[in-house]
Nanobody
Framework: VQLVESGGGSVQAGGSLRLSCVAS????????MGWYRQAPGRSYELVAS????????NYGDFVKGRFTISRDDTQNALFLQMNSLDPEDTAVYYC?????????????????WGQGTQVTVSS
């Protein structure tokens, strides 16, 4: 699976951005997709994820209703609408896809990552 993100940029506090991620390759096997971010000096954290089976969504606690994850299966695309951006949201945002497989010993997960897109929010 290959993932290509776009839509990052610079915005003032309170503004909005929409991130996009287009997947190619064995997309039919993807179980879950999501967005993670990494700010300077901080570890990766989950922003939002969505399951391909039932479209159930999960958000990081810091999102607080400001972001919305969605997908368009016809385009193999994943989106993240970010509103009410805060300088604390400044980070590199990464698209993630997970393929879950089963072997005799149990299940496994293969993770795939995009190259990342920079989001900068100024005060």
């Amino acid at each position: 699976v290959q993932l290509v993100e776009s839509g990052g940029g610079s915005v003032q506090a309170g503004g909005s951005l929409r991130l996009s991620c287009v997947a190619s390759g064995t997309t039919d096997s993807i179980s879950r997709m999501g967005w993670y971010r990494q700010a300077p000096g901080r570890s990766y954290e989950l922003v939002a994820s969505i399951r391909t089976g039932d479209s159930s969504k999960n958000y990081g606690d810091f999102v607080k209703g400001r972001f919305t994850i969605s997908r368009d299966d016809t385009q193999n695309a994943l989106f993240l609408q970010m509103n009410s951006l805060d300088p604390e949201d400044t980070a590199v945002y990464y698209c993630n896809a997970v393929i879950v497989g089963a072997v005799e010993a149990g299940t496994y997960e293969n993770n795939y990552w995009g190259q990342g897109t920079q989001v900068t929010v100024s005060s």
